[in-house]
């Protein structure tokens, strides 16, 4: 049996089995897609169904077909409130890394330093981690959930440390974020009729979170 060579693209590699949740135009999949060589051990999801992707990003359906081409498992209407439910996302725990890049909200709440604003987006995250959670494998298989995070006001105030262990999950690491390391990512904003515009990242982390076993 031939063995497949391990390709990596900074905390990602092709062996892991990668779950990404939130994709906006699907260019982060993409950019790992193409640093592995192959989309097979991908499943790339977005809330977007399949005509709002191509309505809202002028790239969005190329870089599916390209995803799907590659092997990627591309799933649409995903909430990540009920990810779970989806069958074609696979069976629970058998993820290596379960991915979120810069969750939001949406822009209908309020300013961003708003306290009802921060909890709008809290209630995002604490959906997805609780979902995630069911998802990874556990830690002694060495499961990750891994969040792309601004880190400065207002969205420091997301206390993205302390929602995982409210859902019994434990921040290992907090690495910062380069853009540059992701060759064709474009970061969207997703909502508010500038879906396909991109945001400052400024200084923004990846925070590693993993199961704690006596949740």
């Known amino acids: 049996m031939e063995v497949k060579e391990t390709k990596r693209l900074k905390h990602y590699n092709n062996k892991q089995k990668i779950l990404l949740v939130g994709e906006g135009d699907f260019s982060f999949s993409l950019s790992l897609a193409r640093a592995f060589g192959s989309a097979t ?17 002028k ?3 190329a870089n599916v077909e390209e995803l799907e081409r590659l092997g990627c498992n591309v799933v649409f209407g995903v909430n990540v409130h009920s990810m779970t439910t989806k069958p074609n ?18 822009f209908d709440y309020g300013r961003e330093h708003q306290i009802k604003t921060i909890m709008r987006h809290q209630e995002l995250v604490r959906g997805f981690m609780k979902s995630a959670r069911l998802l990874v494998k556990d830690e002694d298989k060495g499961g990750e959930i891994h969040v792309v995070h601004k880190t400065e006001y207002p969205f420091s105030e997301w206390k993205l440390k302390t929602l995982g262990e409210k859902e019994g999950l434990e921040l290992v690491s907090e690495i910062e974020f380069c853009l540059n390391h992701y ?3 474009s970061n969207k904003r997703g909502s508010r009729g500038y879906n396909d515009s991109s945001f400052p990242v400024g200084k923004s982390s990846t925070f590693i979170f993993k199961k704690q076993f006596f949740y």
């Not at 051990?41 to 990003?57: K, M, V």
């Not at 996302?89 to 949406?106: E, K, M, W, Y």
């Open 59 to 61: 790239n969005g359906k």
């Open 183 to 185: 060759p064709g990512y």
């Open 41 to 57: 051990n991908l499943i790339a999801t977005s809330l977007d169904s399949q005509a709002e992707l191509e309505r809202n990003y």
């Open 89 to 106: 996302l696979g069976c629970s725990a058998t993820h290596d890394r379960v991915i979120f890049n810069f969750p939001h909200a949406g």
